[in-house]
């Protein structure tokens, strides 16, 4: 006799017709039993809950017995009257122990039950024995399709908060700013804890995938969501979203357009910036000014001028940089145009040199205008002699004449470089 698929195929069908009247009072049992001794269920098994209840055992009973009649016609459409309680169970906030408790308790009822009915008929020791065997295996079924309900539930549940968050995030960051209702809404619905200040996290996935087509230099311009291709989208929605698990504490993410944009609450909380720093590692990333919850689309924007200018090497070599340590490189990307007009005029005497001279002396001219008068700071900033350094100096001042020593052409030439 081949070895049957399921515990209870084991069983005698001739044991369903001797089981099959007891049901109706054994369901009645397992009910009061479960009211009785699971906390999470102790309340009169009346209304809707009641009723999902007693269905859920009436169908688990007559499932089994049926199964022993015919361990072939399981169609499978029973499956889902347990997969729907699991959802019940997370829709409803609990845990699934409650349910598995009750899954437990109804199964020694029901092993007790179908042996003193089973010994009475007269059935033989093995069929007993392969009965016990059925119902538990049958209970450890419905346990797994009840689990396998509450996960589809949590993931949905997860999944939708997930979308509402986005959503909220490209409220929050849209230009002109939404409504205060609209906002108050949306959170409510994502249910995000509003803070009382907020500042933006911008980075990108891939640090080349940021280039002046795509991402706005002008501080004032917010990026739009719906403008990148469907998989840079997917693929900036995803890192937003790992950087805010990563950073917890109610940060939000989301894509918009080819970037990747954090919500971070309070950001000024001690030791913020180093976690930044942490969860950011191998993206270029820029954090734009801490703003009330109203003015987060001004954090957004000014984050993400500020990550064009570090992703385009115009910040340094740096991976990580505050917006309100860059102002002035700001205040220049702003009007780009202009800007290249204030480098074109200001360091016209430079474009007379050979590539390489006036690679040197453009250093040696950012580096002094850093450190006027400071030759030995300069000269170990540039890796050279400092008689260099004085000569490279010279040749700047046959140059640019007394523009060197004068403080206000030399913060024109300062931005000039910057705008360079």
Request: no cysteine; glycine share 8%.
């Amino acid at each position: 006799m081949p070895t049957p698929s399921r515990p209870y195929a084991a069983i005698p069908a001739e044991a369903a017709a001797v089981l099959r009247p007891v049901l109706p009072s054994l369901a009645d049992e397992i009910i009061a039993a479960i009211a009785a001794e699971v906390p999470d269920y102790a309340r009169a098994m009346e209304g809707e809950f009641g009723q999902i209840v007693r269905v859920g055992v009436e169908n688990a009973l007559g499932r089994f017995v049926d199964l022993i009649e015919d361990p072939s016609g399981d169609d499978g459409r029973g499956r889902a009257t347990y997969v729907d309680l699991g959802r019940g169970e997370m829709r409803a906030g609990r845990s699934l122990d409650a349910l598995l408790s009750a899954y437990r308790l109804g199964s020694r009822l029901a092993w007790r039950r179908f042996v003193e009915t089973g010994v009475a008929a007269g059935l033989d020791p093995g069929a007993i024995y392969a009965l016990g065997e059925g119902i538990f295996a049958y209970i450890d079924e419905l346990s797994a399709e009840s689990a396998e309900g509450y996960a589809e539930e949590q993931s949905a549940e997860a999944g939708e908060r997930q979308r509402l968050r986005r959503r909220l995030v490209r409220l929050l960051a849209q230009d002109p700013p939404a409504s205060e209702e609209s906002v108050l809404a949306a959170a409510a619905a994502a249910a995000w804890p509003l803070p009382r200040t907020v500042a933006a996290l911008v980075t990108a996935p891939e640090a080349d995938a940021v280039a002046a087509d795509h991402v706005p230099l002008r501080a004032e311009r917010a990026p739009s969501a719906g403008t990148a291709p469907p998989e840079a989208a997917a693929e900036a929605d995803a890192l937003a979203a790992r950087l805010a698990r990563r950073l917890g504490e109610e940060a939000i993410g989301a894509g918009i357009e080819r970037l990747a944009v954090v919500l971070v609450p309070d950001p000024g909380a001690p030791a913020r910036t180093r976690r930044l720093r942490r969860a950011t590692a191998g993206h270029p990333a820029a954090l734009g000014p801490a703003v009330p919850l109203a003015l987060a689309g001004v954090s957004v924007r000014r984050a993400t001028a500020t990550h064009a200018l570090l992703a385009a090497g115009r910040l340094g070599d740096g991976e990580f940089a505050r917006a309100e340590e860059h102002l002035p490189a700001l205040v220049i990307a702003a009007d780009p145009a202009l800007g290249a007009e204030l480098a074109e005029t200001r360091l016209a005497p430079l474009a007379t040199l050979a590539d390489g001279p006036r690679a040197r002396l453009t250093e040696t001219l950012r580096a002094w205008l850093d450190r006027p008068g400071q030759v030995q700071a300069v000269a170990a900033e540039l890796g050279v002699h400092p008689q260099t350094v004085r000569y490279r100096v010279k040749q700047l001042r046959d140059l640019f004449g007394d523009r060197l020593e004068d403080p206000e052409a030399r913060f024109e030439l300062g931005l000039a470089l910057r705008a360079g």
